[in-house]
């Protein structure tokens, strides 16, 4: 046996006994001639005692942090006062009879015993990311997303979802990012392209008659990088058959219910709060609005002709937005403070914040002016102004712009207001979604993927006015992070193809790129629907963390680089020619 127990195990009851340890070495302490090494595994820390005359003469190593130590020695009770209760193994020590160095260790690249190692730079971080999983607090994050995964799949088993695995190398299915290719060598020429996602392979389950689908699958999509972004990430992939919007939604809502409470402790009450798109982005500017902030944004479009302030008026006319944002108490903000706001919706496109006081005695500041008697009531009333608010508004020609301004700002003083305590969660469902956004040139594309079925009552807009079609589609969101999307399926060929056309994908791309779904639809296909879970994201804001790299083994940097392989990399040209490929002169790369 190379060790009898782990460095977190040993207690009072193990006295007397011989023990055989192996770990790191997480600190020496030297007390002339005696020496204290704290060893350390996953499961926690023992206090070793190296004292020669216990070691049959033999010479004490050299001890370095992070050496590997087996150690064999007598547990023996720690002197009264030297105990220490907050570590299990506090009430003993191991007396040292033998000591080998297994795994010796140089100078580190950085001290691991920084917590959390929030002031090492991230890449040196990655780039060692063996050292910097040794410590606890990185530790324990990837033990509770083992823990979530276990948890996620319980709760599927416990419900017949079935787990299947679906193909890597595969075809390009669509779900609006760039797909990585890898070429094929039998096939010159050719390439499979990595799943963006198992979409229609879910689909073709139900089809299959599997009823239930489960898969914790990695997904990869060719984007630009963002603190929630990676090129691959792994997805809780979900499908239904016989099921309705209530169904997915029923079955996520106690799954997720079920793992919060049992990870975290925290009980979240279902239903869940649901918020059509539409009333989403008016009330929070956007479509993954974080409910931790009690504010919400007002619109002032229908009272600009009673408000006498240009600026307002000439966005509505130009077909923008008026929307305004109440602080409650904010009047007591300070100049400094407010300017600090104007800056930052700067950053978001806005031209300005128009702000204004509701004081004790008087409306302050520079939009005071034009809120007098009637003006001054509309604004306090759909603003739900009382005494000592501060007023900000947002105007511009374009709604993207206010919209997503003042979300920004919304967040924003969240943050400084303490409304973003990462152990409170809130979580909400997104429905009605359009089924689809209007591309560069004003040609429809879809918002979530081409399979999601229409809203029953907008079928007939599709070619009439297909932007104003809603979608059978929803997002559970948490904390202001889309951490989930889904929707009904679309499971007759006439329709699914009428949605291709729509797209602009004839009946010959059709055939070309999806003849396999049209095919399987052909056969009894049972109506379905389903959602996939961002497990990065969910594992990020279960451990409080506000990166997604910091959840993620090995990930890449926001270049798309491994640090620890130093992938991507060049190949040997023999590899390329083997593929039948040759590389084009370099490109500059993108700049962000
Ligand atoms: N395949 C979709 C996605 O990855 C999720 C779904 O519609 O189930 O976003």
């Given at each position: 046996m190379l060790r009898t127990q782990t460095c977190g195990e040993l207690t009072a009851e193990n006295e007397g006994q011989v023990a055989v340890l192996i770990g790191w070495v997480d600190a020496v302490r030297d007390h002339g001639g005696v020496r204290f090494v704290d060893l350390r595994d996953r499961y926690g820390r023992t206090q070793v005692t190296l004292h020669p005359d216990n070691l049959g003469g033999a010479e004490i190593p050299t001890l370095r942090a992070e050496q590997v130590l087996r150690i064999e020695g007598a547990v023996n009770m720690r002197p009264d006062g030297m105990?220490?209760?907050?570590?299990?193994?506090?009430?003993?020590?191991?007396?040292?009879t033998s000591v080998q160095v297994v795994g010796d260790c140089p100078a580190l690249p950085f001290d691991l015993s920084d917590v959390g190692g929030g002031d090492v730079n991230e890449e040196?971080?990655?780039?060692?990311?063996?050292?910097?999983?040794?410590?606890?607090?990185v530790k324990r994050r990837f033990i509770l997303r083992s823990d979530l995964l276990h948890e996620l799949r319980q709760f599927l088993h416990g419900e017949e979802f079935v787990e299947l695995e679906t193909p890597v190398l595969t075809k390009s299915t669509p779900e609006g990012a760039r797909d990585f290719l890898v070429p094929s060598r039998l096939n010159p020429g050719e390439f499979y392209a990595l799943p963006q996602s198992p979409q229609i392979f879910k689909q073709l389950f139900m089809v299959a008659g599997f009823d239930r689908y489960m898969q914790i699958v990695r997904c990869f999509r060719d984007e630009d990088l963002r603190a929630d972004r990676q090129p691959e990430f792994t997805q809780l992939d979900l499908e239904l058959a016989c099921v309705e919007e209530d169904d997915v939604i029923d079955v996520v809502e106690r799954m997720v219910a079920q793992v919060i409470s049992r990870l975290k402790g925290i009980d979240i009450p279902t239903p869940f709060p649901r918020l059509s798109f539409a009333d989403s982005v008016a009330r929070y500017g956007t479509d993954a609005p974080d409910l931790r902030s009690p504010l919400v944004l007002e619109t002032l479009d229908d009272l600009v002709d009673r408000?006498?302030?240009?600026?307002?008026?000439?966005?509505?006319?130009?077909?923008?937005?008026?929307?305004?944002?109440r602080i409650p108490g904010g009047g007591a903000w300070s100049r400094k403070v407010v300017t600090e706001l104007e800056g930052f919706v700067k950053n978001f496109g806005a031209g300005g914040?128009?702000?204004?006081?509701?004081?004790?005695d008087a409306w302050v500041g520079p939009l005071s002016r034009f809120l007098e008697g009637e003006s001054k009531t509309l604004v306090a009333e759909r603003m739900h102004a009382e005494v000592g608010d501060l007023l900000l508004f947002v105007a511009d020609a374009k709604k993207s712009v206010v919209n997503q301004s003042l979300a920004q700002l919304r967040k924003e003083i969240a943050r400084r207001e303490g409304h973003n305590d990462p152990e409170q969660l809130a979580v909400c469902w997104v429905t009605e979604f359009p089924l689809f956004d209007s591309d560069d040139d004003g040609n429809p594309t879809p918002c979530h993927h081409p399979f999601t079925a229409p809203h029953p009552e907008d079928v007939g807009l599709l070619d009439s006015e297909p932007l104003r079609a809603r979608a059978r589609a929803y997002d559970l969101v948490l904390n202001g992070f889309e951490i989930g999307g889904g929707s009904i399926r679309i499971h007759q060929r006439d329709l699914q193809e009428r949605v291709f056309q729509r797209i602009g994908i004839g009946p010959e791309e059709a055939v070309e790129k999806f003849s396999f779904l049209l095919e399987a639809l052909k056969y009894g296909a049972p109506p379905h629907g389903g959602i996939a879970l961002g497990i990065d994201r969910l594992a990020m804001l279960l451990v409080g963390d506000?990166?997604?790299?910091e959840v993620i083994a090995f990930p890449k940097t926001q270049r798309g680089g491994c640090p620890l392989t130093d992938a991507p990399s060049p190949v040997d040209p023999a590899q390329l020619a083997e593929l039948g490929l040759e590389l084009a002169p370099k490109v500059p790369a993108p700049t962000e």
């Open positions: 105990r220490n209760p907050k570590l299990t193994t506090g009430d003993i020590e191991l007396i040292a040196l971080r990655f780039q060692y990311r063996f050292l910097d999983m040794r410590r606890d607090s408000i006498p302030f240009n600026i307002f008026q000439k966005a509505v006319e130009a077909g923008g937005h008026v929307k305004g944002l914040l128009a702000w204004v006081k509701s004081n004790e506000s990166s997604i790299r």
